[in-house]
Antibody, heavy 131, light 107 residues
């Protein structure tokens, strides 16, 4: 079964750092892009950025560029979302997800055959930032 | 930037009725439109991609249509478990963007 299991809820103070995780299983982790989506309390969904575990190529939404950092440790099939200095406005549920792919002519080209939507979603990590 | 506007904001219907949810794009996105369902306390779930293709395991009562700027998600013969918020999302360009959601309540 394809799964993305995220780390548990976090309660932090403004200015603190944080790294949350997303562990994939049941599929070839290195050949699917992973994305992160934010959902602020009672609000809709926003794409934050994506990463390709095979080579750690990363792309950020302009709204989140410089605000967060996305990384991956492919040896343990885990992607990360990190903040160096949290703000109260970072309070949200953060979801990771696997980006859907199209058939690639060869495994070496898999990185380029993907779509900007998620076919598998993680369990979500709630981050609460308050003084 | 592609802005998606969903209507209505809330829809309240009875079991067995048909629901029609709308999503309008600020400019043409061809058929690069995706629908998700999010139940309370859960992660979103992929329902429809490329405007009209049902994702694996999605019941046939869910159907999508449209192209260009106007899209529709139809749910025939509503069931209690269809109560959720439904989001559309364009996959035409980076960054992808979501509509604000339609809350479907089953009476």
């Amino acid at each position: 079964e394809v799964q993305l299991v995220q780390s548990g809820a976090e309660v932090k103070k403004p200015g603190e750092s944080l790294k949350i995780s997303c562990k994939g299983s049941g599929y070839s982790f290195t050949t699917y892009w992973i994305g992160w989506v934010r959902q602020m309390p009672g609000k809709g969904l926003e794409w934050m950025g994506i990463i390709y575990p095979g080579d750690s190529e990363t792309r950020y939404s302009p709204s989140f560029q410089g605000q967060v950092s996305i990384s991956v440790d492919k040896s343990i099939s885990t992607a990360y979302l990190q903040w160096s200095s949290l703000k109260a406005s970072d309070t949200a549920i953060h979801y990771c997800g696997r980006l859907a792919v199209a058939p690639a002519p060869s495994p070496a080209l898999a990185k380029n055959y993907y779509y900007y939507f998620m076919d598998v979603w993680g369990t979500g990590t709630t981050v609460a930032v308050s003084s | 930037e592609f802005v998606l506007t969903q209507s209505p904001a809330t829809l309240s219907l009875s079991p067995g009725e048909r629901a029609i949810l709308s999503c309008r794009a600020s400019q043409s996105i061809s058929n690069y439109l995706v629908w998700y369902q999010q139940k309370p306390g859960q992660a979103p779930r992929l329902l429809i991609y490329d405007a009209s293709n049902r994702a694996t395991g999605v019941p046939a009562r869910f159907s999508g249509s449209g192209s260009g700027t106007d899209f529709t998600l139809a749910i025939s013969s509503l069931e209690p478990e269809d109560s959720a918020v439904y989001y559309c999302q364009q996959r035409r360009t980076w960054p992808p963007s979501f509509g604000q959601g339609t809350r479907l309540e089953i009476k």
